[in-house]
C-alpha cells in the first residue's frame, strides 16, 4: 500500500526521497510542508550527485522516526541494516548512479522533465515503490 502510494508520489513530481517519505505522512508528527522541505535534497542521491538512492534515505527517515522511540542506537542500526539489505538484494545496490546505470562522476546539471520517456528509460517510480514497501514491512514490525 504504502510502496504503491511512494511510486504515485514520484509520479505527481515529488524527488525520490520526499515521495517515499511522504507516502508515510499519516504516521509521522511532521507537517507535509516541512516533511516535503526536509526530504528535497535527498533527491536525485542526495542533490542530484547520485550518490546513496533518495528512496532509500526517505525509507531510513520514516523507518527511523517510526521506530526509533524506546530503542537503542544499536537497535535502530540493525533494523536500518536490515531494511538496506533487503533493498539491495531486490535491487542491487544502494547507490543511484548504479540504480540507474550511470557513471557517478558524470556532470550532475538540472534534472530531466518528467514525460512519458523519461519514466520509460527511468526506474526511479518503481524503486520508490520497492522502498516504501520495505519501510511498511520493517515499521510493522519494529514500530515503538
Do not use: W
Not at 528512496?55 to 527511523?64: L, P, Q, R, T
Not at 526509533?68 to 533487503?86: F, M, T, W
Amino acid at each position: 500500500m504504502k510502496g504503491q502510494l511512494a511510486e504515485n508520489n514520484f509520479k505527481s513530481g515529488l524527488a525520490c526521497s520526499q515521495a517515499v517519505a511522504l507516502a508515510f505522512k499519516d504516521e509521522l508528527n511532521i507537517d507535509e510542508e516541512t516533511l516535503s522541505n526536509l526530504m528535497l535534497g535527498f533527491g536525485g542521491g542526495i542533490g542530484r550527485q547520485r550518490l546513496v538512492c533518495g528512496a532509500v534515505s526517505g525509507m531510513v527517515a520514516v523507518i527511523s522516526a517510526t521506530c526509533a522511540h524506546g530503542k537503542s542506537k544499536v537497535e535502530l542500526y540493525k533494523i536500518i541494516q536490515d531494511a538496506c539489505a533487503d533493498f539491495k538484494k531486490e535491487l542491487g545496490s544502494l547507490i543511484c548512479a548504479d540504480l540507474l546505470g550511470e557513471n557517478q562522476n558524470a556532470k550532475i546539471g538540472n534534472p530531466e522533465e518528467r514525460t512519458k520517456e523519461y519514466y520509460k528509460k527511468r526506474p526511479c517510480a518503481e524503486i520508490c515503490r520497492i522502498a516504501g514497501d520495505i519501510a511498511e514491512r520493517y515499521i510493522k514490525v519494529n514500530k515503538s
